[in-house]
């Protein structure tokens, strides 16, 4: 299957510190997108990068996709600790979307 | 600002009962998705469904499962003798075109006892 994996499983951040989470993924994708979930709650769409682009920005989010390398990257700049929630990359085929087991972000005040 | 919405918020039934989980997607979106997220694992593909057909399912989604578009705005995840193991958040799922991501409804909780 395609579906994503992040690493690191855990990150642990001051506020105002910047995140980096990763993705690795197997097969060709049409788009990866990145997805947050607070503890018990619904996810959120945060940012979708098609497969032929490399980067792209949204706010304090960074992402960037390497194909060649099968990996996706997620930067929050600048971190708050309103931004502790779980952080999922999902690869979309054709018809459907895989999700990986996602990072967990603790951002401490 | 428009949103996928799902009934009941939380669920309770009995192993072996039938339930009914509903979804209203976005209204102008053409390609529905069921997930499901065992409490404390990774969100898990379904179902995708597409032009009133299914257009690919998971290894999960066996003849225990199956989804409807009764009539033009919601769309259904029927399970039909759960089991314990079914106990899961179960995530709707819409997007307008094939390149476009995919918004999320809030879950229903199901708690099979």
């Known amino acids: 299957s395609q579906q994503g994996e992040e690493d690191p499983q855990a990150l642990s951040i001051q506020e105002g510190e910047n995140a980096t989470m990763n993705c690795s993924y197997k097969?060709?994708?049409?788009?990866l997108q990145w997805y947050r979930q607070n503890s018990g709650r619904g996810l959120v769409h945060l940012i979708l990068?098609?497969?032929?682009?490399r980067e792209k920005h949204s706010g304090r989010l960074r992402v960037t996709l390497d194909t060649s390398k099968k990996s996706s990257s997620l930067l929050i700049t600048a971190s708050r600790a309103a931004d502790t929630a779980s952080y999922f990359c999902?690869?979309?085929?054709?018809?459907?979307?895989?999700f990986g087991a996602g990072t967990r972000l603790t951002v401490k005040p | 600002e428009p949103e996928v919405t799902q009934t009941p918020s939380h669920q309770v039934t009995q192993m072996g009962q039938e339930v009914i989980l509903r979804c209203v997607p976005i209204s102008n979106h053409l390609y529905f998705y069921w997930y499901r997220q065992i409490l404390g694992q990774k969100v898990e593909f379904l179902v995708s469904f597409y032009n009133n057909e299914i257009s690919e399912k998971s290894e999960i989604f066996d003849d225990q499962f199956s989804v409807e578009r009764p009539d033009g705005s919601n769309f259904t995840l029927k399970i039909r003798s759960t089991k314990l193991e079914d106990s899961a958040m179960y995530f709707c799922?819409?997007?307008?075109?094939?390149?476009?991501?995919?918004?999320f409804g809030p879950g229903t909780r199901l708690t099979v006892l």
């Open positions: 999902a690869t979309a085929g054709n018809n459907d979307m895989r």
């Open positions: 799922a819409s997007k307008l075109g094939l390149g476009d991501e995919q918004f």
């Open positions: 097969t060709s994708i049409n788009n």
């Open positions: 990068i098609r497969s032929n682009e």
